[in-house]
């Protein structure tokens, strides 16, 4: 492999490109559901703490319920349903 700055530039440039195209060949459903797992699970709580962690899992799992409740509500109330 020789030392060549130009080889190297267009290496790290097919790199770069190589990743943007991974990046944007994620599917928006599988992306989207992976970080909502995350995000129920409680994965951004510190780490130690087991009544925080909990807190947040039951908090977010209330929030959801409440929500969709909410929606039949309205649905409800507009006569969709």
Known sequence: MSKDPREAARAAEAQ????????????????????????????????????ELWGRRIGRSLSLVGVIVLAWWLGHQLKVW
């Open 16 to 51: 770069a490109a190589l990743n943007r195209v991974k990046r944007d060949s994620e599917s928006l459903l599988g992306s989207s559901m992976g970080r909502a797992a995350d995000h129920f699970s409680g994965g951004d709580a510190p780490k130690g703490d087991k009544i």
